[in-house]
């Protein structure tokens, strides 16, 4: 059994949502947390400089933890947390401060972006603190 455990959801992608969070339980020790993490990446400043419209990054999280929140409508066991960057890394830099014994990920699809798991799935495999179970 697990004490922490995290659970990347990206929210353009929340077909995955249920059967994470089902195994994560699963897997939850009797006093473990689950912690459900959505990553902003932001606009990258070369694009944002040349934008007509400057993008207003606070009305822009907002929107993220509205649609977050949206996303994990009924999960009241779930913690939630945004964090800003790029996910693979900072997802697994947060499991490191946290403690986390363990984060629930999903897969691409087959051929999707060329990738077999999944650009953030396969860089958690490799920079992750602590186990990385993905999940199709």
Do not use: W
Not at 10 to 20: G, M, P, Q
Not at 106 to 115: D, H, N, T, W
Not at 118 to 130: N, V
């Amino acid at each position: 059994m697990f004490n922490t455990i995290l659970v990347p959801v990206a929210l353009d992608h929340t077909e995955t949502i249920a059967r994470k969070l089902e195994v994560a339980r699963q897997l939850r020790g009797p006093e473990g947390r689950i912690i459900a993490v959505s990553v902003f990446e932001g606009i990258p400043t070369y694009v944002a400089e040349y934008a007509m419209v400057k993008p207003d990054r606070t009305k822009m999280l907002q929107e993220i933890r509205r649609a977050f929140d949206v996303a994990l409508t009924g999960q009241e066991d779930v913690e939630r947390v945004t964090l800003a960057g790029k996910p693979g890394v900072v997802i697994a830099t947060y499991a490191d401060e946290i403690g986390a014994d363990l984060i629930v990920t999903g897969a691409s699809r087959p051929g999707s972006e060329g990738y077999a798991l999944g650009s953030t799935a396969s860089r958690l495999a490799r920079r992750a603190p602590c186990s990385v179970l993905v999940v199709r």
